[in-house]
Each structure stands twice: as C-alpha cells, then as structure tokens.
C-alpha cells in the first residue's frame, strides 16, 4: 500500500513537472482590452464599459446629494 502511495506521488509530481508555462502577461492595460476584445467577450466589453461610465455618474450625484444635505 505504501509503495503504491509512493508511485502515485511520485507519477503526480512528475506530470506537474511537465505542464506547460503559462503564456506571458499581458504588460500594458492597452494590451490586455486588445486581448479581451479579441476573445469571445468581446461583444461585452462596450456594455460594460459604458455601464462603469453610468455607475461613476451616479456615484458623482449621489455625492452631490450627500454634500447637499450636510448643510
């Protein structure tokens, strides 16, 4: 049995030895909205990106509110 556990270990750590790299980062965050435009989200990124843009917006009113009614 414990030779078993041994050969078992010893088949996993070889197989994890062999995995390939992983592909390297992306630098620039230029690079990394190419890259996702480029995959298949990329029909959600102009969605997601004016959604943020509404979400900063009601931020900013909800600010604006806050002040207001502090005096």
Known sequence: MPA???L???AL???C???PEAPPERTTEA???QALRDSAFGGLV???DRAAGVEQLQLDRKRELDEALAQ
């Open 4 to 6: 078993k556990r041994l």
């Open 13 to 15: 750590l070889t197989i």
């Open 17 to 19: 030895a062999c995995a």
């Open 31 to 33: 690079e990394r909205q």
């Open 46 to 48: 102009e969605p997601m």
């Open 8 to 10: 078992t270990t010893a």
